[in-house]
C-alpha cells in the first residue's frame, strides 16, 4: 500500500468500478489520496462503491463503455468536478462461461464490446484530453496468453487487450502516457464466483490448481494497480503483471 499522500495529484476513472476488483481498485487510490471516479452501468453499485471513498474523492457516472459519445460524456462529467483525468484503470469486463458452439453472435458481441472495444474507447479519450502524460492501467486475465476453454470470447477479448496495451505503451510513450496491464489470476469475488465457479466442487477445483493455494483478494491486486500509476513504476510501460500465485503456470504444466 502507498503511502496516504503519494497520488494526492491524481484524477483516476476506474471503469467497471460499482462492485469487486473495480471496487477494490477505487478505495486503494483513494486511500493514497487520489480523487476517484467510478463508472459503470448500475448507477446504485457506483454510489455504493462512492460511500466508501473519502468524502469529496469520490464520483460516480454513469455509462456503457461500448459507446464512445457515452465515454466522452463520463470525461466531461469527470473534468468539470475534479479536472483531466490523469489515471485511466480499464476493468470493466463481461464473461459467462460457455462451450464456444454455444456461444451467440450477440454473447460474443457484448462480451467482446465492453472488454476490448470498451478498453479502446476509453483509453482513446482518455489519449485525446492528456496533457502532461498519465497512467493507464488494463485489467486482462491468465488465459490471454493460454486461451480459455469455455471463455473463448473472453479470452480472445482479453489477449486482444495485452496486445492493445503494448501497442499503445508505444505510441504514446513519447507523450509520457504509460499503459501497462495486469493479469489476475483467480480472485475471490462475489462477481467472478457467481460467473465463473457457481458451485462447490468447480470452486474447489480451481483452487486444486492454485499454486499458492488460495485465492487472491481483491486488495491485493489493488495493490499492483496503485504501484503500476505510482511514480515507483516511473519507468515501466507496454508490461503485463501477473498475480495469479503460479495459477497459470500450473495450468501449463497441467496441460
Known amino acids: 500500500m502507498l503511502a496516504p499522500d503519494a497520488l494526492a495529484d491524481r484524477v483516476c476513472l476506474v471503469t467497471g468500478g460499482g462492485s469487486g476488483l473495480g ?3 477505487a478505495t486503494a487510490l483513494a486511500a493514497a489520496g487520489a480523487r476517484v471516479a467510478v463508472l459503470g452501468r448500475r448507477e446504485e453499485a457506483l454510489l455504493e462503491t462512492v460511500a466508501g471513498l473519502p468524502s469529496g474523492r469520490g464520483l460516480a457516472t454513469v455509462a456503457d463503455v461500448r459507446d464512445p459519445a457515452a465515454v466522452a460524456a463520463a470525461f466531461d462529467a469527470v473534468e468539470a ?3 483531466t483525468v490523469t489515471t485511466l484503470v480499464n476493468n470493466a469486463a463481461g464473461n459467462f462461461v460457455a462451450p464456444a458452439e454455444e456461444i451467440s453472435p450477440n454473447g460474443w458481441r457484448a462480451v467482446v464490446g465492453i472488454v476490448l472495444d470498451g478498453t479502446f474507447h476509453c483509453s482513446r479519450e482518455f489519449a485525446l484530453r492528456a496533457s502532461g502524460g498519465g497512467q493507464i492501467v488494463n485489467i486482462v486475465a491468465t488465459y490471454a496468453f493460454s486461451g ?4 473463448a ?8 487487450v495485452v496486445n492493445l496495451t503494448r501497442s499503445l505503451a508505444v505510441e ?3 507523450r509520457g502516457i504509460r499503459v501497462n496491464a495486469i493479469a489476475p489470476g483467480p480472485v ?3 462477481g467472478a464466483g457467481a460467473k465463473l465457479w457457481s458451485t462447490p466442487e468447480v470452486r474447489d477445483r480451481v483452487l486444486a ?10 486488495e491485493e491486486i489493488a495493490d499492483v494497480c496503485t504501484f503500476l500509476v505510482s511514480d515507483h513504476a516511473a519507468y515501466i510501460t507496454g508490461d503485463v503483471i501477473v498475480a495469479d500465485g503460479g495459477f497459470g503456470l ?3 504444466r497441467l496441460g
Open 153 to 160: 470470447h473472453s479470452a480472445a477479448a482479453k489477449a486482444g
Open 81 to 83: 468536478t475534479f479536472g
Open 250 to 252: 500450473n495450468q501449463l
Open 23 to 25: 471496487r477494490a481498485f
Open 172 to 174: 504514446w510513450a513519447p
Open 148 to 151: 480459455g476453454p469455455g471463455n
Open 209 to 218: 490448481s492454485v499454486p499458492a493455494g488460495r485465492f487472491a483478494t481483491g
Open 188 to 190: 475471490d469475488t462475489g
